[in-house]
């Protein structure tokens, strides 16, 4: 078998940007999610499932449905019906449905944060404080001056004032999205 | 709005921010080496892509693809006493012509030799071979077997083509980045899903995010390599989504579409892309035990992704332009082993497809008699030899001497 490439290649493009959408979802919880473990992401068994519950007979229920008009059907989508034993595009939809009835939901809960009280018991007292203090209790490798003004006026312009104690009763959001442009930043991907 | 017109917009608006700046004179940025080439990037890149329209995708079968299997000698006798149980029969095969039979389950291949567009060139390998597929896939991708390279082939020809490093030159459409396309100065835009290749933000974060980091003076090199994998994700996530949001194919790519169409919708969109690099991943053709079945299978996928993926660019008019080129690290031994399968071997062919690809059989045929060290085939072919025929033959490209770590005479592949 092939081992682990090493080197830098773990880290991509793609890869970046979705440990910080990781982030921001851990921030602030996305109540439009819907968990895989309810809910089948697969347009082909979708369709399937429509296409029955509509009342058509199995075998015109489970064409491939993303082949356009007048095309070539791939060998391995027509093998699917020749050549099985059975229909696996309906297998597919059965198995689900099955499983459905079956799967116990895996328990999912936010994250209980309160970033406000982590600042105010640091007694820290103004934005750059925050930003310094952040930084150095979630980087491994500080990001650069430029990064650090940035967030500092990012957060003193997102509470109105510099001063956190001020900002106390309203400042939670703020505190989050600081918190995930930091977390955002190249340099997170080294803690 | 369409991708297309989103492009042009962004050259529009890059033009419009470099010659502002240019005009006004903004000394701060002068300092910078990176911010106002980075305006400039995407349109010397589609200025580039302009003049010569040719693009190249590779496509890599991970794992070591049987090629006895595959592209079948039915007309030599030995094929059937080294693979007395898994040897395919001719009547099981494909029929090119009086010696060979493709792989039964190889449909879509079979009609895209038949209509001239697909080379087959025979014992592609190098002296000494590794039958490790970590090392032997690393020489493949470096170009230098037996010896080392810090950056992957494709990355220095990228290097090589265009110095200046436009953004979104090259594209590996992978879970990790390939060693193939690590470059020097390119940043290659790797990504798996395009629909979630995006920066999730809220409106007040927008412009704190798409700030461009300056990498000029940052010495610690994993910082920096991160601050340019951050910039060519700035630089590509909107183009790629909304290309891929844009794609709707008719197209039928089967089971497993290689990534291939995701290669379709950029081109469509028109990404200034030359240098495409996908794969069949997961050591999918590593065919130790029972692998007649399995193989099949996988070379069926493999063949309905391929004729989809011609079918599509000559759906969007875009098959002139691209030829694909696809390998494995290693064939597999000539005798079957005794769990119906096949180990790791050396020599193996290698296909190139595409509309202006002249069709038929290159290179010299392995002997099936003569057998190499550890009854292998024994190569014909460098396999840098099909490497030098895309570079040059395909793209037109003067590569640098030393590109390949070696001279190599392209074939004459293309009309």
Redesign the interface.
């Known amino acids: 078998?092939?081992?682990w490439?090493g080197?830098?290649?773990?880290?991509?493009?793609?890869?970046?940007?979705?440990r910080?959408?990781f982030a921001?979802d851990v921030l602030?919880p996305d109540i439009n999610f819907i968990p895989s473990d309810r809910r089948n992401g697969s347009r082909e068994i979708q369709s399937v499932a429509r296409r029955i519950r509509e009342g058509l007979d199995i075998t015109s229920a489970t064409q491939?449905s993303?082949?356009?008009?007048g095309?070539?059907?791939?060998?391995?989508?027509m093998?699917?019906d020749r050549d099985e034993d059975f229909n696996t595009r309906y297998g597919s939809f059965r198995g689900w449905q099955m499983a459905i009835e079956r799967v116990k939901p895996i328990p999912r809960h936010t994250a209980r944060l309160n970033l406000s009280k982590m600042v105010m018991d640091q007694q820290l007292t103004n934005t750059a404080e925050v930003i310094d203090y952040f930084i150095a209790r979630f980087m491994r490798?500080a990001p650069?001056t430029?990064?650090r003004s940035?967030?500092i006026d990012?957060l003193s312009n997102?509470i109105g004032t510099t001063n956190i104690v001020e900002a106390e009763s309203y400042m939670e959001d703020s505190l989050r999205?600081t918190l995930?442009?930091l977390l955002?930043q190249?340099?997170y991907?080294?803690s | 709005m369409k991708t297309k017109d989103l492009f042009k917009d962004k050259l529009k608006r890059r033009e419009v921010l470099r010659k502002g700046m240019g005009a006004l004179g903004i000394a701060g940025l002068a300092g910078s080496s990176l911010a106002p080439s980075m305006f400039g990037r995407v349109a010397e890149a589609a200025a580039s892509a302009a003049a010569n329209g040719k693009i190249l995708v590779i496509l890599e079968l991970s794992g070591g693809n049987d090629g006895l299997n595959t592209v079948v000698p039915y007309g030599d006798d030995a094929y059937y006493r080294h693979r007395p149980e898994i040897g395919l029969p001719k009547s099981d095969l494909r029929i090119l012509d009086d010696h060979f039979g493709l792989n039964p389950g190889m449909a879509g291949l079979e009609g895209l030799f038949k209509d001239g567009k697909m080379a087959i060139v025979h014992g592609c390998g190098y002296d000494n071979p590794s039958f490790s597929h970590f090392t032997s896939m690393a020489y493949w991708h470096t170009a230098a077997p037996n010896s080392g390279e810090e950056y992957g082939w494709v990355g220095r020809l990228a290097d090589d083509m265009e110095p200046s490093a436009p953004a979104n030159y090259l594209v590996n459409v992978a879970a990790r980045q390939s060693l193939a396309v690590r470059s020097k100065s390119h940043v290659p835009v790797v990504f798996d899903q395009p629909n979630r290749f995006v920066r999730e933000a809220f409106h007040e974060e927008k412009n704190a995010l798409e700030r461009v980091p300056d990498v000029g003076n940052v010495d610690n090199p994993s910082r920096r390599y991160l601050l340019d994998i951050a910039r060519s994700a700035n630089d590509a996530s909107a183009l790629v989504r909304q290309a891929w949001s844009n794609y709707n194919s008719p197209v039928d790519y089967g089971v497993n579409s290689l990534d291939l169409p995701k290669v379709v919708s950029l081109i469509d969109a028109g990404m200034p892309t030359k240098l495409y690099y996908v794969s069949y991943r997961n050591n999918a053709f590593d065919t130790h035990v029972f692998q007649n079945n399995v193989h099949r299978r996988l070379l069926t996928y493999t063949s309905d992704a391929v004729a989809a993926f011609i079918r599509d660019l000559e759906r969007i008019g875009r098959a002139d332009d691209v030829a694909l080129m696809i390998f494995s690290e290693f064939g597999r031994r000539v005798p079957e082993n005794v769990s119906l399968g096949t180990d790791h071997g050396a020599a193996n062919a290698m296909f190139v497809v595409g509309s202006k690809v002249k069709g038929g059989h290159y290179g010299d045929l392995p002997s099936l008699t003569n057998l190499a060290e550890g009854d292998n085939l024994g190569h014909t072919t460098d396999f840098r030899r099909v490497y030098q025929t895309m570079i040059q033959g395909w793209l037109g490209h003067d590569a640098e001497l030393g590109l390949l770590n070696g001279r190599f005479q392209p074939f004459d592949m293309f009309g």
Not at chain 1, 66 to 69: A, L, M, R
């Open positions: 078998m092939a081992g490439a080197g830098r290649s773990w880290i991509t493009p793609g890869l970046l940007l979705e910080g959408n921001r602030f491939p993303s082949i356009g008009e095309q070539i059907m791939a060998e391995s989508n093998l699917a490798v650069g430029d990064a940035m967030l990012f997102e999205m995930h442009l955002s190249p340099e991907q080294l």
